[in-house]
Nanobody, 122 residues
Framework: QVQLVESGGGLVQAGGSLRLSCAAS????????MGWFREAPGKEREFVAA????????YYADSVKGRFTISRDNANNMVYLQMNSLKPEDTAVYYC???????????????WGQGTQVTVSS
């Protein structure tokens, strides 16, 4: 079991940056692949980024490659999403997720945070 709480969302102009944070509970944080998903209005939830349990390999959706960076700090049970060069199409609710399976390219959520709103204006 793990509980996830996101923070850091907000309203930014196109081209700006935001850093999302996800705080995880439990003593077994490093057991999980961690990642971020997003859900835009009227759209299905989609994968954004994932990071391995060891904080080595990462995997990104094509739409965010080169702009977003996922990282984790296992000592402090934290995962981050640094978002640069934001575009209006990045507007969505962003969710932190944890997956017991060790495969970052096919990550799904066994546990989810409550979501944090990111709005990018043109």
């Amino acid at each position: 079991q793990v509980q996830l709480v996101e923070s850091g969302g907000g309203l930014v102009q196109a081209g700006g940056s935001l850093r999302l944070s996800c705080a995880a509970s439990g003593r077994t944080f490093s057991t999980y692949v961690m990642g971020w998903f997003r859900e835009a209005p009227g759209k299905e939830r989609e994968f954004v980024a994932a990071i391995s349990r060891s904080a080595g390999p990462t995997y990104y959706a094509d739409s965010v490659k080169g702009r977003f960076t996922i990282s984790r700090d296992n000592a402090n049970n934290m995962v981050y999403l640094q978002m640069n060069s934001l575009k209006p199409e990045d507007t969505a609710v962003y969710y932190c997720a944890a997956d017991l399976r060790p495969f970052i390219a096919t990550m799904s959520g066994d546990y989810w945070g409550q979501g944090t709103q990111v709005t990018v204006s043109s």
